[in-house]
């Protein structure tokens, strides 16, 4: 490319991306506060003094003030009222996280403490940085909730949407491949393996306000690979969601569904 031309390119590329950088946070910036937030409540680091745990939080709420300030109208959104709303919350957060670990341990037969379910399990952190993200989205702070959402996908491979509505406890098992979609609403002591879709059964950007994802209620299991599909779709309470099942339809409470499907495996014995 010639300079003229290259000169040319780049200035198109600062014009038509300056505002969007303006109204976007820095995304090492907010991972890194996730990280400190993390750390504060799960510290791997036992803190000497009191005054230095405290330090810590004061710490990264002046960070989340500071990248809230960084993208966002103070016009648009009281950033230090919604600042001191999400930092209220974070016994409310705290507590549900310690049930969510709780029941996981309970789930898992290889868990051998809380502790390790909480430091070391990806279904735990995934869940930990959906209960942040889902209440800052509750404060109607944009796309820092998504940044947060999409980096514990990365890190995880679970994908929740930050504006689903998930109960306390819940256990999500392995969690490679879950995708639990916007609109989905999940209740108390449920159960997800890997593989999991909690969908939309049609992708239009015209139902983007409507309910689009399921209904799963309380003391529901769904295992490995299952597709739920459907804003109508309910999964009744205390239901069994056998694996690699396809659902477009509610199923009654205290239902058990398998996939009855057998793959037939010919061997041929070897006369060699």
């Given at each position: 490319?010639?300079?003229?031309?290259?000169?040319?390119?780049?200035?198109?590329?600062?014009e038509t991306h300056k505002a969007e950088w303006e109204a976007t946070p820095k995304i090492r910036q907010c991972v890194g506060w996730l990280s400190d937030l993390f750390e504060f409540l799960f510290?791997?680091?036992?803190a000497n003094k009191l005054s230095i745990y405290g330090g810590h939080l004061k710490k990264n709420q002046i960070d989340l003030e500071n990248i809230l300030l960084s993208y966002l109208d103070p016009k648009d959104l009281d950033i230090e009222a919604a600042v001191a709303s999400f930092y209220d919350s974070l016994?409310?957060?705290?507590?549900?996280?310690?049930?969510?670990?709780?029941m996981i341990y309970e789930k898992d037969p290889a868990a051998t403490s809380v502790h390790e379910v909480i430091v070391s399990y990806p279904g735990f952190y995934a869940i930990a940085v959906y209960?942040?993200?889902?209440?800052?989205?509750?404060?109607?702070?944009?796309?820092?909730?998504?940044?947060?959402?999409?980096?514990?996908?990365?890190?995880?491979?679970?994908?929740?949407?930050?504006?689903?509505?998930?109960?306390?406890?819940?256990?999500?098992?392995?969690?490679?491949?879950?995708?639990?979609?916007?609109?989905?609403?999940?209740?108390?002591?449920?159960?997800?393996?890997?593989?999991?879709?909690?969908?939309?059964?049609?992708?239009?950007?015209?139902?983007?306000?409507t309910k689009r994802h399921p209904t799963v209620e309380d003391n529901v299991v769904i295992y490995a690979?299952?597709?739920?599909?459907?804003?109508?779709?309910?999964?009744?309470?205390?239901?069994?969601?056998?694996?690699?099942?396809?659902?477009?339809?509610?199923?009654?409470?205290?239902?058990?569904?398998?996939?009855?499907?057998?793959?037939?495996?010919?061997?041929?014995?070897?006369?060699?």
């Open positions: 490319m010639k300079d003229d031309k290259l000169d040319s390119f780049i200035q198109l590329l600062y510290p791997n680091n036992h016994n409310e957060i705290y507590d549900r996280l310690r049930k969510d670990a709780s209960r942040i993200a889902h209440q800052l989205t509750r404060l109607n702070i944009p796309i820092l909730p998504r940044i947060l959402s999409e980096h514990a996908h990365g890190q995880t491979g679970v994908d929740i949407h930050p504006k689903a509505e998930i109960g306390v406890p819940f256990c999500i098992d392995h969690g490679t491949g879950i995708v639990i979609g916007a609109t989905s609403i999940i209740g108390k002591y449920v159960t997800i393996y890997q593989g999991v879709t909690l969908g939309a059964a049609q992708v239009s950007k015209e139902l983007s306000e690979r299952s597709t739920i599909l459907g804003g109508r779709t309910v999964l009744g309470h205390h239901s069994v969601i056998g694996g690699s099942v396809f659902l477009t339809k509610s199923v009654q409470p205290f239902s058990h569904v398998f996939n009855t499907h057998q793959l037939r495996i010919e061997v041929k014995e070897n006369l060699q």
